[in-house]
């Protein structure tokens, strides 16, 4: 029986297969395409992570594994829902480890997991983590969020190493909105960069944005101090700022004057900041949030970025 079983052999999917591993485990990792989990079985690196060989102790399959210590769910979140469904039911905890909002039910991913698996125990895992960087073992810390704390200190035990430090935390919605947030203003974070703002526009949002995930971890149901540590600020300063984080890099281009469309059709990769934005504000209607209004009326087409920063700059002053 395998240790840990990894769905989705994304970068971030793969990375944790191997940080499990570095972690004394033995891991199935599991990818959906047939032809894919053959190619990474064989070659023992992965497209989508090059540069990383993955350790004998990680079996490569496209056979949704059954018994395992825990499952890490690796998927994007509008393909979690499908996933999950497919996973047999059982005594594993599920680690959920995307970030977003489900588009139509506006669910955050444990809500969503939980109602397919209700006797399941559950915890999301996030944090300021770019995959490669992880999968080469360099210091990085997470945060294991749950309201079990026995679930948090045995999740922590079996995944966590001395350069992969790993936090529990027992406000999950929190940090599930931290997670989810933060990729809508590194889009905002991005396109003031692209578009010649400075820095100092950049460190004045990152700021704002910070306030914006106080709010709405209050208005959901989280903690606005949450928002201070790993899966709020932690996070928001990584993506917002890291040249490796897609949803910053597709801000920058719309910064520089591409379309959405151009963007995405570049890319293979999913940015989960283009449907967040507009399912994040559906979900908190009513809370104060112009950083992330701004993104979802940019990217929808409702207005431009000359237009989103003039109505950002003739916001009424006020007591930070």
Known sequence: MSNIAVIGAGAWGTALAIQAARAGNDVVLWARDPGNAAAIEQTRENSRLPGHRLPGRIRVTNVLPVATRAVLLAVPMQHLRSVAACLPSGPSPIVVCAKGVETGSLRLPLEVVEALHPATGTACLTGPNFANEVAAGL???????????????????????????????????????????KNVIAIAAGAVIGAGLGENARAALI???????????????????????LSGLGDLLLTCTGSASRNFSLG?????GKTLADVQASRSSVTEGVATAPALLARAAGVELPICAGVAALLAGRTTLAEAIVAMLARPRRDE
């Open 207 to 229: 700021t704002r944005g910070l306030a914006e995930l106080g709010r709405l971890a209050v208005a959901l149901g989280g903690r606005a101090e949450t928002m201070m540590g």
């Open 139 to 181: 210091p990085s810390a997470a945060v294991l969020a749950s309201t079990d704390p026995a679930l948090r200190q045995a999740l922590a035990t079996l995944l966590g190493t001395p350069a992969f430090r790993l936090y529990g935390n027992d406000d999950p919605v929190g940090a599930q909105l931290g997670g989810a947030a």
């Open 252 to 256: 920058l281009a719309l910064g520089q």
